[in-house]
């Protein structure tokens, strides 16, 4: 899904495999300097927030709560993250449509106003470019927030293709939110918190509806979603109010919502076992193999025309050679990159993000594997540091999500 | 014949000093890169940690209880606090031999794993069990209950390699005011 650690999961994984690590330690301190800060970073600082850089930005991993206790405290009460470093834009156009569907797996045009979806980016070879929540604000007006590791790309691949599209008489026009920051306000005080501060009705806004809405004092606007599993909302905020809104957050709670960090929001979705790009995903993974077959529209499935369309409805037809599957295994956390053997000590695939389920208080992870050997409860072996430890593929969520639907 | 003796003794001591400045200089380079590689997952500090007279620092965040050959190891308060909740340790098997500054183990917090490095060189002779079932011991109580390896010494003079608690306090706040 949206969001993660994806640099710190690399650096992780940097820091265990580099060899040279004085020089690993001034790359660090070089990209420092030159971070972006959101417009919360003084509010971050001031409520002890220990920032690190994150996709070009200086973001916060953790505030005075540890990791632990505030991923269980967004399941038991309430989180607030700033997530600005994530990419909003409107697509705009009679066109819109059409176009995005070029380039995402959702069946666009069948989403109704005010309502949107999981998709993906694909390129040429059906591999995910991006993930992505897009949300339909009308007919011709397309409302989507994309990774920040990966604004860059998706910005290039949008225009590129952006151009080809008009020069054929499309019409479609985009605008990038970088006036607007983003809060993501997730658990089971979020709705009740939000209540107080708008005056329209939060319980007929279901999971994946938007509004656009005035929420303590500004226009915002808002989805119920989230990276976590949680009933929640996304929240884009004019940049000029934002910390006025993050303030009125938690005042509202009475210190049962806190401010949490990108450490928390990581355990977070790998217990609701959502993807992380750069991760779970990657340019080489399909959706299929990734377990979003879901997310591919039932006319996309028939009709096809994304990039990558071929691969993908081959996949659809055949199986695909490996799949996303969680694991439980005890010893040590296992981490990206861990080996997955067979219990004859043959490669099957590989952990792509792992560690230990603060809820659970066991060791949960997620990788690839080789399709027939991914059914829940094969036994696997997780290669740690050389030494094999025991592993069991599993089903995902490892804690149940508690998205608001209609009953 | 006496002033010859106290020549001799004043090479020597020249000699020892010399040697102790190699020492300083090879670990003052050590350090800085163990530092590096520490300041790497190092997430949020308390403001300040404790530290026990009577033991001796490594640059790398473990301490050393000595007594004549027998040495107790464990990581440092400042070291816990920085990795946050401790879920598991990679514990070494007795009779393994250690060297001073190599790795014998691993920590692992919620978020990042750490190599444990033995401040001095010998053989385990012992490990803490507790360790397996209760890792948040490293948390609660780093200098006493979780202690990690208990060390036969095979050569005491690597002991003026290490910090005294002053010296690792000053290490500590100059490690965390550059970050």
């Known amino acids: 899904m949206r969001g993660g650690l994806w640099q710190l999961g690399q650096s992780i994984t940097r820091r265990l495999a580099h060899g040279d690590k004085k020089a690993v330690a001034r790359r660090c301190f070089a990209s420092e300097a030159e971070l972006k800060k959101t417009v919360f970073h003084d509010f971050h600082v001031a409520h002890g927030g220990k920032m690190v850089p994150f996709a070009g930005w200086s973001m916060p991993i953790q505030y005075k709560d540890s990791i632990m206790d505030s991923t269980i405290n967004c399941r038991e009460n309430g989180s607030l993250f700033d997530v600005s470093h994530m990419c909003g834009l409107s697509l705009k156009g009679k066109d819109a449509a059409p176009f995005l569907e070029k380039l995402v797996i959702a069946d666009v045009a069948g989403l109704a106003p005010g309502t949107g979806t999981l998709t993906v980016f694909t390129n040429e070879k059906g591999g995910a470019i991006d993930d992505s929540v897009i949300t339909k604000v009308t007919d011709d007006h397309i409302y989507l927030v994309v990774n920040a590791g990966c604004r860059d790309k998706d910005l290039a691949h949008i225009e590129e293709h952006m151009k080809a599209f008009k020069a054929k008489g499309g019409d479609v026009s985009w605008h990038i939110h970088d006036e607007r920051s983003l809060l993501a306000l997730q658990g089971p005080l979020a709705a009740p918190v939000l209540q107080h501060l708008t005056k329209e009705d939060l319980s007929k806004l279901y999971f994946g509806e938007f509004r656009v809405l005035d929420i303590n004092g500004s226009e915002c606007f808002l989805t119920r979603t989230g990276y976590t599993g949680e009933d929640g909302f996304e929240i884009s905020v004019p940049s000029e109010h934002g910390v006025d809104l993050a303030k009125a957050i938690l005042e509202k709670s009475e210190g049962k919502v806190r401010l949490t960090g990108l450490g928390a929001r990581d355990s977070l979705r790998l217990e609701a076992g959502l993807c992380l790009y750069g991760n779970d995903m990657e340019q080489h993974i399909t959706p299929i193999e990734a377990g979003l077959t879901w997310a591919i529209g039932k006319r996309r499935r028939a009709e096809g025309g994304f990039l990558g369309a071929d691969v993908i409805l081959k996949q659809l037809e055949e199986g695909p050679k490996i799949r996303r599957v969680g694991f439980f295994s005890s010893g040590p956390p296992p981490r990206s990159h861990s080996e997955i053997q067979d219990e004859g000590g043959n490669n099957i695939g590989e952990i792509t993000s792992g560690g230990f389920s603060p809820c659970l208080q066991k060791n949960i992870a997620m990788g690839y594997v080789k399709s027939g050997l991914h059914k829940a409860a094969t036994k696997v072996k997780i290669i740690i540091r050389g030494k094999p430890n025991e592993g069991v593929v599993t089903k995902m969520p490892f804690v149940p999500t508690k998205y608001y639907k209609p009953s | ?179």
């Open chain 2, 1 to 179: 014949m006496d002033a010859q003796h106290d020549h001799s003794i004043s090479v020597e001591r020249e000699r020892e000093r010399e040697r102790e400045r190699e020492r300083e200089m090879a670990c003052r380079q050590l350090w800085a890169s163990r530092a590096a590689s520490y300041l790497r997952i190092s997430v949020f500090h308390r403001g300040f940690s404790n530290v026990v007279k009577d033991l001796k620092y490594a640059d790398s965040h473990e301490w050393v209880k000595v007594d004549e050959n027998s040495a107790t190891v464990g990581i440092t308060d400042h070291a816990q606090d920085h990795l946050g909740d401790v879920v598991y340790v990679e514990l070494p098997e007795v009779g393994a031999a250690v060297t001073q500054g190599g790795s014998f183990g691993a920590v692992e917090s919620v978020k990042a794993t750490s190599d444990i490095n033995s401040p001095v060189s010998g053989k385990v002779v012992e490990v803490n069990e507790a360790l397996n079932s209760s890792p948040a011991l490293i948390n609660s109580s780093p200098y006493k209950d979780g202690w990690i390896i208990k060390v036969e010494i095979s050569d005491n003079g690597e002991l003026n390699n290490l910090m005294d608690s002053d010296q690792y306090s000053k290490f500590c706040e100059e490690e965390d005011s550059k970050h």
